[in-house]
């Protein structure tokens, strides 16, 4: 079976051919799914207590073009999200079948219907203050949301503990090259700073293969990383997603053969007294 597309639009439909002995091969989403629509989730299946935290769908999509991004290809860039009320409910569901603890609200982007995510902060924060703080919150957004100080405000009233933004590089001009122009204007060390102020934890990607790097980039990702006290949770390669823009074949420059900094390196990583080669 191939499933392609929003999984509750196929999904009706592929359940229904197997309990009927029925293969028909592709099942494909022609619209998009109405997030208002989503049932709450059957948390009443899952063994709550051996989960580290609860994943929770608030948003889909996200309003900028980052050329390597497979999230805005697979859910587009006009952010969709569920009302406050449709989050209170499925809060209210954990709150019932006895969970405490963390709630993830994602995805992909928080602020990228922020009119909606507005409400829902306003509605979490009296939530949380009616059933005494049973939870704390963490999320993924751009990085941009370091500039919102009512948001940022709102999130701390709600209890939100972590965030995770994409850093993906140290440098403006491979920024600006991958489109990922949200990040030219604020500094990854000035947002960790306005989250910080808000009681967050900062969490972020970062990621080597981008055009316009040099031998320098990797050492200052560690820069970055040190002076800002984001904890990196993906360091990874650049790929080439699907329905991505960098499918598009385009002039590539000759490869940069990145060199660690070796006084940053704890001896134990070294290999043969070498500096390593990332």
Known sequence: YLCTGDAEVTAPQLIADIQAGVARGVYHATRRSDLGRHPVPRYDL?????????GMQ??????????????????????????????????????????????????DNFIGNR???????????????????PFCFGTEATVNLARQEDTLALMGAADFRFVFFGVESPDSAVLERTR???????????????FNAHGMIVYGSLIL???????ATVGNMIDLVQES?????????????PNTQLQVPRPRGPPVRFVAPATRIAPDVRSRGDRPQL
């Open 180 to 194: 990922k122009t949200q990040n030219v204007g604020v500094s990854a060390v000035e947002a960790a700073r306005a």
């Open 115 to 133: 009119p909606r995510a507005l409400e829902l902060l306003r509605a979490l924060a009296d939530w949380q203050q009616r059933h005494h703080h």
């Open 58 to 107: 608030f948003t889909r999509g996200c309003p900028f073009t980052c050329e390597f991004c497979s999230q805005i290809g697979t859910e587009g860039n006009r952010p969709s999200a569920k009302a406050p009320e449709q989050v209170l409910g499925e809060l209210q569901c954990l709150y019932d079948l006895g969970y405490r603890g963390i709630v993830d609200l994602g995805y």
């Open 46 to 54: 899952a063994r709550l207590s051996d989960y580290a935290f609860v």
């Open 229 to 241: 006290g984001i904890f990196p949770t993906l360091i990874m390669p650049l790929h080439a997603f």
């Open 209 to 215: 293969g981008f055009d316009g790097e040099t031998a």
